[in-house]
Structure formats: structure tokens, C-alpha cells
């Protein structure tokens, strides 16, 4: 008894060895979770880079509770799905101001708060711009009015035609009209040729306003007499003739041919002298310097071309495709 209480204990393991088992599929699905998440993110990117920032708040504005275009008391399906928010009536119903506030111009688009500020100042910018050069055009048009009347008087052999020559202030511009006097007239009788006297008045006016922005516009008219009848040739054609022979003089005297806007033939339409229609004085040539309201000047016309070369966005850059490889847009 005394020596198996002396004897060792011995403790036997068994290590039972078991091959690997089924770890089930779980993995794969948090796999097409993670690559499912990873390719809506690059579409998002992809999204964002290539549509503008109209577009951009155009869909911000679908997606506003704002937007009247979605329902105003429930949400999801309007069942079991629907549910509520913190807002006073429905999910999608928001009395505070949207996240992005827009404002839609006379055009169409759509702006945001900072664009609408910027575009109000530049407008009242525009209109400051615009009465200066309303008032600067009028300054040009007294001066070419006293300098017309100083050549007049300076020169001898045009003051006795100086009563063929009247200046006045219309709506569209400076009118400068060269009209026949009884017994002085500026073209002979059913010609289109000027006489002398017509001529140097041409050339006095193309002398005093070549130098000036305005386009011009050249206007024949006659009296109320017409033709003999059965005759090819009206008073429309005469008056048309006649202010093209005007503006041949006028450009050989060294007006800018690019700043001649239009040449017309009145006819006997806008007589001078209305309660007499067959007045002599209502044979004339109207040299008409257009304000740049109605048309622009070269230099304007210059300008705004200028301005609108800067603001076109460039050319897309072209890329040679190579097969195999998926491009984006």
C-alpha cells in the first residue's frame, strides 16, 4: 500500500485530430457588399465630374423636400414604409428654407444664392455702363452737330447751301438730312446723279463723323410726284439710287465702308412736309448715325466679340482610343 501511494501519476491526453471543416459563404457576401459599394462610389465621382453645376442643382432641387413635384404627407410607398420625421406633417414636408436656395432667371436656368448676387450687381453694373455710354454718344453727337455748323459758316461756298442742310435728335440717332430748296435743289429731276453742291455736303458730313464709332444708315426720298404712266422706273427706284450714289460719295471721301449699317430707298413714304407731299423739301438723303443701343459700333462689335471668345470654354482635349481599355466620358 505504501508503495503505490509513492508511485507517479500519469495523466494520458488524447488529442483528437479533425480535418477542416465548411466555414460557410459570409465572407462572400461582405466581398459583394464591399465591391457593389466601391463601384457606386466611382460611379458617384464619375457623376460629379461630368455634369455642371446647373445640373448639379437641378438634382439637389428633386431631392428637396421643397420640391413640389414630390409628395407633401408621406414618404416611401405611403404604407408600411411610410414614416415621419421631426417636421410638423409628413416625412418629406420641411417649413424651414432648403439646404441650396435657387432662384430660376427669364431664360430658364437655374441659379444658385451666390450666382443670383453676382449676376444682380453685374446687371447694375451693365445699366451704370450703359448711361455713361448713353451720355457719352450724346456729347458726340452736339459736338458733330456744332462742328457741321462751324464748317458751314467757315467755308464760303457752303453757306449758301446752308439751308439744305438740317440736324435734328431722333430716337434712333443724329439725323443729318441734305433737302432741295426752291430753286436749289441737290439732284437733278428724276436723276440720281448729285449735283456739285450735293457733293461737297456729302463730303463735308463724311469729314466730320469718319471718325466716329456709330454705324450709319443711308436713306433716300422723293416727293410725292410720280412717274409718267406705264414707266419701269418709280420713286422707289429713285430713291434707292440716289442713296446709294450718296454713299459712293461718302466713302470715296473716306468713310469706312464697314461702318455703312444699311442703304434704303423711302420712296415717298416719310415726306418731310406732310400737309404738302410734292414740298421740294421733301426730296432728300438722311444720313442717319445710329445710336449703339440700336446698333452697335465697330468697336463695340469688337469688344463683345472678344469678350465672348474668352468666356467659350475650350475645345475638349481629343484622346487616341486603344483597344481593350474603357474610356469615360
Known amino acids: 500500500m505504501a508503495d503505490d501511494e509513492k508511485a507517479p501519476i500519469i495523466i494520458v491526453k488524447k488529442v483528437?485530430?479533425?480535418?477542416?471543416?465548411?466555414?460557410?459563404?459570409?465572407?462572400?457576401?461582405?466581398?459583394?457588399?464591399?465591391?457593389?459599394?466601391?463601384?457606386?462610389?466611382?460611379?458617384?465621382?464619375?457623376?460629379?465630374?461630368?455634369?455642371?453645376?446647373?445640373?448639379?442643382?437641378?438634382?439637389?432641387?428633386?431631392?428637396?423636400?421643397?420640391?413640389?413635384?414630390?409628395?407633401?404627407?408621406v414618404s416611401g410607398s405611403g404604407g408600411v414604409l411610410g414614416g415621419t420625421t421631426m417636421a410638423d406633417e409628413g416625412a418629406l414636408t420641411d417649413n424651414a428654407e432648403p439646404v441650396v436656395d435657387y432662384a430660376i432667371t427669364p431664360s430658364g436656368?437655374?441659379?444658385?444664392?451666390?450666382?443670383?448676387?453676382?449676376?444682380?450687381?453685374?446687371?447694375?453694373?451693365?445699366?451704370?455702363?450703359?448711361?455713361?455710354?448713353?451720355?457719352?454718344?450724346?456729347e458726340r453727337f452736339e459736338q458733330v452737330e456744332d462742328q457741321l455748323r462751324q464748317a458751314i459758316e467757315t467755308v464760303p461756298e457752303l453757306?449758301?447751301?446752308?439751308?439744305?442742310?438740317?440736324?435734328?435728335?431722333?430716337?434712333?440717332?443724329?439725323?443729318?438730312?441734305?433737302?432741295?430748296?426752291?430753286?436749289?435743289?441737290?439732284?437733278?429731276?428724276?436723276?440720281?446723279?448729285?449735283?456739285?453742291?450735293?457733293?461737297?455736303?456729302l463730303k463735308l458730313v463724311s469729314t466730320v463723323i469718319q471718325d466716329m464709332p456709330n454705324m450709319i444708315s443711308v436713306r433716300g426720298h422723293t416727293d410725292a410726284r410720280p412717274f409718267g404712266i406705264g414707266a419701269n422706273y418709280t420713286n422707289w427706284e429713285l430713291s434707292a439710287d440716289r442713296a446709294n450714289a450718296s454713299r459712293r460719295v461718302m466713302t470715296t471721301a473716306g468713310l469706312d465702308i464697314k461702318?455703312?449699317?444699311?442703304?434704303?430707298?423711302?420712296?415717298?413714304?416719310?415726306?418731310?412736309?406732310?400737309?404738302?407731299?410734292?414740298?421740294?423739301?421733301?426730296?432728300?438723303?438722311?444720313?442717319?448715325?445710329?445710336?449703339?443701343?440700336?446698333?452697335?459700333?465697330?468697336?463695340?462689335?469688337?469688344?463683345k466679340e472678344k469678350a465672348r471668345q474668352k468666356k467659350a470654354p475650350p475645345e475638349p482635349e481629343i484622346r487616341k482610343r486603344e483597344e481593350g481599355i474603357i474610356y469615360f466620358p
Open 16 to 73: 483528437k485530430k479533425v480535418s477542416g471543416g465548411h466555414h460557410g459563404g459570409a465572407w462572400k457576401v461582405a466581398y459583394a457588399d464591399f465591391v457593389t459599394a466601391m463601384m457606386a462610389f466611382f460611379l458617384l465621382l464619375w457623376l460629379l465630374s461630368v455634369t455642371t453645376d446647373e445640373q448639379k442643382l437641378m438634382i439637389s432641387a428633386y431631392f428637396s423636400p421643397a420640391d413640389p413635384r414630390i409628395a407633401e404627407s
Open 109 to 138: 436656368e437655374t441659379i444658385d444664392a451666390a450666382n443670383k448676387e453676382e449676376l444682380d450687381l453685374q446687371e447694375v453694373e451693365d445699366e451704370k455702363l450703359s448711361a455713361e455710354q448713353l451720355r457719352r454718344e450724346q
Open 159 to 201: 453757306q449758301e447751301v446752308a439751308q439744305n442742310l438740317l440736324i435734328d435728335m431722333t430716337p434712333e440717332g443724329l439725323r443729318i438730312q441734305i433737302i432741295d430748296q426752291e430753286g436749289k435743289p441737290m439732284f437733278p429731276v428724276a436723276s440720281a446723279q448729285p449735283l456739285p453742291e450735293a457733293i461737297k455736303l
Open 259 to 303: 461702318r455703312i449699317e444699311n442703304v434704303m430707298g423711302k420712296g415717298a413714304r416719310e415726306p418731310l412736309i406732310v400737309e404738302d407731299p410734292f414740298s421740294p423739301k421733301n426730296r432728300r438723303i438722311t444720313v442717319m448715325l445710329l445710336k449703339e443701343s440700336i446698333a452697335p459700333g465697330l468697336e463695340s462689335a469688337k469688344a
